[in-house]
């Protein structure tokens, strides 16, 4: 399970207790420190790796909003405040800045799984990118038919299916391509440190993967259980690729 890391900054002391009771539930969460001062949280933030912030508006020195701005860092960030009527339209232009959550204070109870949900998803998407962006800095290898005479990206591709004669490449936008390829051709193209045969009819893109344990693989709403022959095996070469691209 991902480790996260979060700060929460805040005059007020009661929404430190209250941050921090919500995440008693969630023990791959952990609270590196607390600031009653935004000033003293940018200083924090230079020397240090944060995944989540809880920020508040009105604070002494510096408000959430010049927090925001002095910023240089891209961490996602969730705005609590007693005042969300009045500082709800200058919050969205803030949202480009990893702003992904404007509440009230009163109902952080109810909004606080939706927080968690959407966090740990844009935080999935974000490393997806970020891993998309490392290999594009190396060679990037396509696929070597085209569909309707574009160039297929093998980063692009999530899944790829076996059936027959046939090959279905699952595609990252929700697509799916059938070509007429034997498995031998389609292994002999793939990048071994990318695609990875955890049963004998598929193939995975590690970039896509979201969960994974010694049995199992998922990709998305897509679940599949590590051939048995080869179970440990394959889930330590995936683990390890995994790491390795973390890195």
Do not use: W
């Given at each position: 399970?991902?480790?996260?890391?979060?700060?929460?900054?805040?005059?007020?002391?009661?929404?430190?207790?209250?941050?921090?009771?919500?995440?008693?539930?969630?023990?791959?969460y952990t609270?590196?420190?607390?600031?009653y001062n935004?000033?003293q949280?940018l200083?924090?933030?230079?020397?240090?790796e944060?995944?989540?912030?809880?920020?508040?508006?009105?604070?002494?020195?510096?408000?959430?909003?010049?927090?925001?701005?002095?910023l240089n860092?891209r961490?996602?960030?969730?705005?609590?405040?007693a005042y969300?009527?009045?500082?709800?339209?200058d919050?969205?232009?803030f949202y480009?800045?990893?702003?992904?959550?404007?509440?009230?204070?009163?109902?952080?109870?109810?909004?606080?799984?939706?927080?968690?949900?959407?966090?740990?998803?844009?935080?999935?998407?974000?490393?997806?990118l970020?891993r998309?962006?490392?290999?594009s800095?190396?060679e990037?290898h396509?696929?070597?038919?085209?569909?309707?005479n574009?160039t297929?990206?093998?980063?692009?591709?999530?899944?790829?299916?076996v059936?027959?004669?046939?090959?279905?490449?699952?595609?990252?936008?929700?697509?799916?391509?059938v070509f007429?390829m034997?498995?031998?051709?389609?292994?002999?193209?793939?990048?071994?440190?990318?695609?990875?045969?955890i049963?004998?009819n598929i193939?995975?893109?590690i970039l896509?993967?979201?969960?994974?344990?010694?049995i199992t693989?998922?990709?998305?709403?897509?679940?599949?259980?590590?051939?048995?022959?080869?179970?440990?095996?394959?889930?330590?070469?995936?683990q390890?690729a995994?790491?390795?691209l973390?890195?």
């Amino acid at each position: 399970m991902e480790k996260f890391k979060y700060i929460i900054i805040d005059d007020d002391i009661h929404t430190h207790l209250s941050v921090n009771r919500h995440f008693k539930k969630y023990n791959n969460y952990t609270c590196e420190n607390t600031f009653y001062n935004p000033v003293q949280a940018l200083k924090f933030l230079q020397e240090n790796e944060i995944d989540l912030i809880f920020l508040d508006i009105e604070m002494p020195e510096m408000n959430g909003f010049q927090f925001l701005k002095a910023l240089n860092k891209r961490i996602f960030v969730v705005i609590l405040t007693a005042y969300s009527e009045k500082y709800g339209i200058d919050a969205h232009d803030f949202y480009d800045r990893d702003l992904f959550f404007f509440s009230n204070k009163a109902q952080l109870l109810y909004y606080f799984p939706k927080i968690i949900s959407r966090f740990e998803k844009l935080y999935t998407e974000k490393e997806m990118l970020n891993r998309i962006s490392q290999l594009s800095k190396n060679e990037i290898h396509t696929f070597p038919k085209k569909i309707n005479n574009q160039t297929i990206q093998l980063t692009d591709i999530r899944i790829i299916e076996v059936v027959g004669h046939y090959i279905v490449l699952k595609m990252k936008n929700g697509e799916e391509c059938v070509f007429r390829m034997s498995f031998r051709e389609l292994k002999n193209f793939l990048p071994e440190n990318l695609f990875f045969q955890i049963r004998r009819n598929i193939i995975i893109n590690i970039l896509y993967v979201t969960a994974l344990n010694d049995i199992t693989v998922c990709i998305g709403e897509h679940h599949f259980q590590i051939s048995t022959r080869k179970q440990k095996k394959i889930a330590i070469e995936l683990q390890t690729a995994k790491q390795k691209l973390s890195q």
